[in-house]
């Protein structure tokens, strides 16, 4: 909350009675993204040796119920796509200049769906080291020579 909401003596109980409203009313503050004609569907598998697909022998999140994350976050941090995100709700969040909503996930959920795509936490951490390893190989290209557009047909004048 900004400044006006801490030292205004109406900022967080209205905030409560908005909440309270909402909710009485039937009303969600979670919002879904339109589903594509067939349905969402599971994120592709990303099969990798590391991967684990039995979800019982996959370790318990250290994550907290009600956390939540940016989407750009998610999609960085899980390794996921906006195809994959479809299907979880998320809620609308006004960044810090004050503009431009954005999506905010639930953690718990993100990163469950990550562990669909990958195969558990140990896929998740073999995709990611991956991901690190082919961005620190790639080989800058060297030795090219400037290019010069038209520089051989120019007569004089």
Known sequence: MGWFDDNHPMGARAQEE???????????????DPQPAGGAHEPARVERPEAEWDEN???????????????????????????????LSYQKEMNSRGFNNMKM???????RLSWKKYGGPNGLKAAKEAKKSVKTASPK???????????????NQ
Do not use: H
């Not at 290209?141 to 007569?155: E, K, L, W, Y």
């Open 141 to 155: 290209v060297s030795g090219s020579p400037p290019c010069s557009f038209g520089a051989g047909d120019r007569t």
């Open 18 to 32: 908005e909440d309270d409203a909402i909710e009485s009313m039937g009303w969600n503050k979670w919002y879904k």
């Open 105 to 111: 996930y639930r953690k718990r959920e993100v990163e």
């Open 57 to 87: 022998k996959w370790r318990k999140t250290n994550l907290q119920d009600g956390d939540t994350m940016a989407k750009g976050k998610a999609k960085t941090m899980y390794l996921l796509t906006d195809k994959d995100l479809l299907p």
